[in-house]
């Protein structure tokens, strides 16, 4: 039977909770205040970037505090070449996991192994459509597991174990790299596929 992996929502939901609490404090705190997404942002713990990616203007964040919805994680956007489509994506796991909720989350996940396979499917799951978008243009196709060691794994250990902050150049220079290596569409001879370990959706664990 085909196994399907899970998109786990918990990254995306504990940010969105942060923020639509931080908006509700502030209009408790001072209901003359004039709310700004820099304002909601820093009272939530994440960065401007992510409120804008995620509700793309201050209208629609109140709109959406007022109905309690929560966006869905999306399937990350189609930007007509490989090497963008990762930086971006890569860009947005950044700000998400270097936010509060973000960073709670993550040393929760840490110490769960179960959690910690299901985000590890979600992260993977994402590559593997990138890697078969990339196919379907006729570009080169790197191995997931490749991308995972060498953009993912170092953005982890340098926010959670050094307490770093990743900048934009940085990313941009993990992906540089991870493309321009001779090994990168080649899979892991000597190591099992992060796909064999996470967590799916029909698992009768």
Known sequence: MARTLIRPGGRSERIQIAVHQAVRALMAENPECELTIPLVAERAEVPPSTIYRRWESLPKLLEDVASERFLPDSVPRDTGAFRSDLELWLEQLVDDISSGPGHVLLRERLTNVRVAQTAAGYAF?????????CEGRGEVVPDPDRLMDMIVAPIIY???FTGQQISKAYQVELVSNALSSQAMTHPFTNQPSIRDYVLYENDPQ
């Open 125 to 133: 799951q994402n590559l593997v459509c990138l890697c078969d978008r």
């Open 158 to 160: 340098r926010i959670f």
